[in-house]
């Protein structure tokens, strides 16, 4: 039968064009919510957050979109390169408590 | 260290047998977490130590799990009676005081396998 939840949402992209990764959050009283880059073999890496004041914050080819209404937050990654491709995680936090991560996404860059 | 160290990287242990994995935090960082990734799976929490604090354990599945952090630096995860269920990447982190989730160093994991 089928197994629930072993597959990954995948994302494939042409190397160049633009990624925008998609997370739905479940507590709208979270202060900060925070994207993570996981490599295989490696454990997750910080990207970049955004409090919950915010709407908009940009990195360096990366910004994140956050909209309370709906509960969703966005990764965007400009000129998408081959290095960008790792399973990318959305993670919610409120004050101390632990960080609560969503299930993931596969972004696959195609050469 | 320069970043968290986790031991040992790959573990293959039998059904029913007990296991370890170590955690060491970045010096000076006085939170710790487990987390658990199942195959194709997000990171589920398992166990949150800070400071001289009572561990918040809610996230522990059984009573087979335990952890422990000694002297405040490294921590022990103890699976007793392993399952094949338990097969997973067992991940720890640590924070500075007073930085939420965008201060969290993550190490490279425990894989286990139970056959």
């Known amino acids: 039968g089928e197994s629930v939840g072993l597959h990954l949402p995948t994302l494939s992209v042409q190397e160049g064009d633009n990624s925008i990764i998609n997370c739905a959050y479940s507590n709208s009283a979270s202060d900060y919510f925070i994207w993570y880059k996981q490599e295989s073999g490696k454990g997750p890496q910080f990207i970049i957050d955004?409090?919950?004041?915010?709407d908009k914050r940009q990195g360096q080819r990366v910004t994140v979109l956050l909209n309370k209404t709906v509960k969703h937050l966005s990764l965007q990654i400009a000129a998408t390169q081959p290095g960008d491709s790792a399973v990318y995680f959305c993670?919610?936090?409120?004050?101390?408590?632990?960080?609560?991560f969503g299930k993931g996404t596969r972004l696959s860059v195609i050469a | 260290g320069a970043g968290v160290s986790q031991s040992p990287s790959n573990k293959v242990t039998e059904k029913g047998k007990d296991v370890e994995l170590r955690c060491d935090p970045i010096?000076?960082?006085?939170?710790l977490y487990w987390y658990r990734q199942s195959l194709g799976q997000g990171l589920e929490f398992l166990i949150y130590f800070q400071g001289n604090s009572a561990p918040d354990k809610s996230g522990l599945p059984s009573d087979r799990f335990s952890a422990e952090r000694t002297g405040g630096s490294v921590s022990t995860l103890t699976i007793q009676r392993t399952q094949q269920e338990d097969s997973a990447v067992y991940l720890c982190?640590?924070?500075?005081?007073?930085?939420?989730?965008?201060?969290?160093?993550f190490g490279s994991g425990t894989r286990l396998t139970v056959v």
């Open positions: 955004i409090r919950s004041n915010m």
């Open positions: 993670a919610e936090n409120k004050g101390n408590t632990p960080l609560v």
């Open positions: 982190a640590s924070s500075q005081p007073g930085q939420g989730g965008y201060g969290y160093t």
């Open positions: 010096s000076g960082h006085t939170a």
